[in-house]
């Protein structure tokens, strides 16, 4: 509350210590960070980037009972998808996965 009643701007680590950022970087490493993460993210299947999304901002927007709900459909269209069965396929097997 005193954020946002005084307007006094933070710096990163105090933005990181209330959780309003998930990470820190070194100066000038922010873009290789960024890019990263975007790869680690892209190494997902895209259904379930999608559905983990949608999950939250529905949570974002909704009541906590409709987001259990929402996240439990969501989480066995995942589940029940062909990529999911590939990559469990791929895991028996010793395989990396695809993007499925």
Do not use: W
């Not at 680590?13 to 998930?22: D, H, I, Y």
């Not at 490493?29 to 975007?38: P, S």
């Amino acid at each position: 509350m005193e954020m946002a009643l005084t307007g006094e701007p933070i710096d990163a680590q105090r933005a990181f210590s209330l959780g309003l950022v998930n990470r820190v970087v070194p100066a000038g490493t922010a873009l290789a960070a960024a890019c990263e993460l975007g790869e680690k993210i892209a190494a997902h299947a895209d259904h379930a980037v999608l559905a983990s999304k949608a999950v939250l901002a529905r949570a974002r927007d909704g009541e906590l009972a409709d987001e259990y709900r929402a996240h439990r459909e969501l989480l066995s269209d995942i589940i029940d998808s062909p990529g999911a069965r590939a990559g469990a396929r791929d895991f028996v097997q010793g395989r990396s996965g695809g993007t499925g």
